[in-house]
């Protein structure tokens, strides 16, 4: 929350050139602080040319079919996040006819939601364990996919926003917790780059989608984003 409040303060104060050299700023900062950060040991992992480890992290990942489940579920969701992030603009200015600051409000209230969500996670799987939470999550995050192309006024959509980024954080923390305990530690680092692979690839597939889809096409981009979620999430797994 911290991150997008400090950039809209920048982008008030110093305007879009100051901000984006305050971020570049902190970029190379990272840049030089971080090979000099103190790591644990790493774990033995498999060792041989790149693509024999590709296809120790592939043959890994099908061999957990309940992780690779999850791992497709979050792609979906991911998809529908990169959707959420390039249409909202559009969507609320628009169609929904609010100002600009209107759409920085929604993803204010979304990241009070998945903070609140997070934060909560612990506690939740605690009690009623990893797998009924990881369901919650989903149809939390399933709902929202349907209901936002429906919706018709700003603080419906405002809500929905919110509701499917908190599903979509719990079922991130969901994945983190089944990957280091599933996965075993000679192959971790394989099977994770395959699928950091996975995870990622929906968000320039979404950037696609959108440069193919004109604004009042944006909200069916989520129904059928919300049907394919429901066929991936009742699948066996």
Excluded at 14 to 35: D, E, K, Q, R
Excluded at 76 to 83: C, E, I, P, R, Y
Excluded at 165 to 193: N, Q
Excluded at 210 to 220: E, F, Q, S, T, Y
Aim: proline share 6%.
């Amino acid at each position: 929350m911290a991150g997008p409040a400090a950039g809209g303060l920048l982008l008030l104060q110093a305007g879009s050139s100051g901000m984006l050299a305050v971020i570049s700023g902190l970029s190379i900062l990272t840049a030089v602080i971080a090979p000099g950060t103190r790591h644990a040991p790493p774990a033995p992992q498999a060792t041989g040319p790149g693509t024999r480890r590709w296809r120790t992290g592939w043959s890994t990942l099908r061999a957990l079919p309940r992780f690779a489940w999850l791992v497709a579920g979050l792609a979906l969701s991911n998809l529908a996040l990169g959707l959420l992030e390039a249409a909202t603009p559009v969507i609320v200015v628009k169609q929904l006819g609010q100002s600009s600051a209107s759409v920085g409000l929604v993803w204010s209230c979304a990241a009070a939601a998945s903070l609140l969500a997070v934060t909560t996670c612990r506690f939740t799987i605690d009690r009623w364990g990893l797998t009924r939470v990881g369901r919650c999550a989903a149809l939390v995050t399933i709902v929202p996919c349907f209901l936002v192309a429906h919706a018709g006024s700003y603080p419906a959509y405002l809500i929905l926003a919110a509701v499917f980024m908190a599903g979509d954080s719990v079922l991130a923390v969901v994945l983190h917790t089944l990957r280091s305990d599933l996965i075993p530690a000679a192959v971790f680092g394989s099977t994770l780059s395959v699928t950091v692979l996975i995870l990622l690839l929906p968000y320039p597939l979404a950037g696609i989608l959108m440069a193919l889809l004109d604004g009042v096409r944006c909200p069916a981009a989520f129904a059928v984003e919300g049907r394919t979620w429901s066929t991936s999430v009742r699948s066996p797994g």
